[in-house]
């Protein structure tokens, strides 16, 4: 079946403009993550998503990052006014459920590489 | 909130063994390892809830100590293919958080 996706691969933009970055969750996945990897890296929490609402947004670096999900299917990670220090990997991934109490291993998707000129 | 992993870095010969450990300040519900090879997205190895159960690869051997808030995976008659990096990733029953990983290198 389908795995998570991500786009763009790759998006290149000026320092100061807005970018927006797109998660298609596994279809029945309720749970939703987003995390950002700089080259060799760990993977650092961002905010994650349980159906449409967002539990815990303490992971944002600061208030030009938001992220929404609409229909309990795709989110959207944005990015405003950019800074250099944003160009990273930014990874999402799905789970079918958020919470330890369940099997909820994390399927992640390929990443969008966002450099910031 | 982020786990602590050691070692930050193991070179092995095909066929030795290593161990990677995780700990964390928090209590844990569950334990997730995952690998990722250079270039690629994370993959799932193996989870360990509290209370025991844990389902993963049939290769992949793991611990996981409540009470110390600690696991440990467990890499034997290490294979090329074993090369990456090695996440532990807990889990409080609120969200995920990931170490900084442990860089496992095999060598013929």
């Known amino acids: 079946g389908a795995g998570v996706s991500q786009s763009p691969s790759n998006k290149v933009t000026e320092k100061g403009k807005d970018v927006e970055l797109r998660c298609d969750p596994i279809?029945?996945?309720?749970?939703l993550y987003w995390y950002r990897q700089s080259l060799g890296q760990g993977l650092e929490f961002l905010i994650y998503f349980q159906g449409n609402s967002a539990p815990d947004k303490s992971g944002l670096p600061s208030d030009r990052f938001s992220a929404e999900r609409t229909g309990g299917s795709v989110s959207t990670l944005t990015i405003q006014r950019t800074e250099q220090r944003d160009s990273a990997m930014y990874r999402c991934?799905?789970?079918?459920?958020?919470?330890?109490?369940?099997?909820?291993?994390?399927?992640f998707g390929p990443g969008t590489r966002l450099t910031v000129l | 909130q982020q786990p602590v992993q050691s070692p930050q870095a193991v070179i092995l010969r095909e066929g030795e063994d290593a161990v990677i450990n995780c700990s964390s300040s928090k209590a844990l519900y569950s334990v997730h390892w995952y690998r990722q090879k250079h270039g690629e997205a994370p993959v799932f190895l193996m989870i360990l809830l509290k209370g025991g159960e844990q389902k993963g690869h049939e290769k992949i051997s793991a611990s996981f100590n409540e009470k110390k808030q600690q696991s440990s995976l467990y890499l034997t008659a290490s294979q090329l293919s074993y090369s990456g990096t090695y996440f532990c990733g807990t889990d409080n029953n609120n969200d995920m958080r990931f170490g900084a990983g442990t860089r496992l290198t095999v060598k013929p």
């Open positions: 279809s029945g996945h309720t749970a």
């Open positions: 991934a799905s789970s079918l459920v958020a919470g330890g109490s369940s099997y909820n291993e994390q399927f």
